[in-house]
């Protein structure tokens, strides 16, 4: 099953403004973590919020998560172009579980 | 410092061709390695994973096969690429801290089957 789904598919932002983009989760986790991907690339892993800590900073992001609601958030402040790129949420469960599951992604555009 | 190579970056492959993916990561011992598949528009599937020389673990029954031949090599084959093989496919590691170390990924290989 799909442990990981953004929300939403598709963001368009002006520089310099902050973008949100949310993810949802079916089954307790163990961590869930923040991928980038430019185009025909790799994904880069941004952060890893652990299941008892809610947010966390790593420069101009910032990731909640809430477990009550299964929902973990990721938010770019003052964009830039460059931030132009599919943001991935993924999340393992369960001992000893090596898949880590991604959701389809959020496909951010900063217009400069 | 950690790299990993992926080759080639893109394929054409005839159907019903075999097909073998490389990956190699430098400069770390004992990784956990993985082959992800990303079709278009979708998220990543993960295919295989392995914690040692070896051991493969599939997670999806399909037309590929993996092999560890080394510590910091993974192989992805197929004897007889189907249309359905087409896609993007990603090659990571992590370190083996166990399930949930952050993944570093290669940067793919395009496959085309025609």
């Known amino acids: 099953s799909q442990q990981g789904e953004e929300d939403p598919q598709a963001l368009s932002i002006q520089e310099g403004e902050n973008a949100t983009m949310n993810c949802s989760y079916k089954t307790s986790i163990n961590n869930l973590q923040w991928y980038r991907q430019n185009s025909g690339r790799g994904l880069v892993h941004l952060i890893l919020?652990?299941?008892?800590?809610r947010e966390k900073h790593s420069g101009r992001l910032r990731v909640t998560l809430d477990t009550s609601k299964k929902s973990s958030s990721l938010l770019i402040t003052a964009s830039r172009a460059a931030d132009t790129a599919s943001y991935f949420c993924?999340?393992?469960?369960?001992?000893?579980?090596?898949?880590?599951?991604f959701g389809k992604g959020t496909k951010l555009s900063v217009i400069p | 410092s950690q790299t990993i190579h992926q080759w080639p970056a893109t394929l054409v492959q005839p159907v019903g061709s075999p097909l073998s993916l490389e990956c190699t990561v430098e400069?770390?011992?004992?990784?956990?390695l993985y082959w992800y598949r990303q079709a278009a528009g979708r998220g990543l599937q993960l295919l295989f994973y392995?914690?040692?020389?070896g051991q493969i673990s599939s997670e999806v029954p399909q037309n590929l096969s993996a092999s560890r031949p080394q510590d910091r090599q993974f192989i992805l084959s197929s004897k007889k690429l189907l249309l359905s093989d087409s896609g993007f496919y990603l090659c990571a590691w992590s370190r083996p801290w166990g399930a949930g170390s952050p993944l570093h990924f290669g940067n793919g290989t395009r496959l085309t089957v025609t």
């Open positions: 400069g770390t011992s004992n990784p956990n």
């Open positions: 993924a999340a393992t469960s369960g001992a000893g579980s090596y898949q880590l599951t």
């Open positions: 919020i652990r299941s008892n800590e």
């Open positions: 392995s914690v040692g020389i």
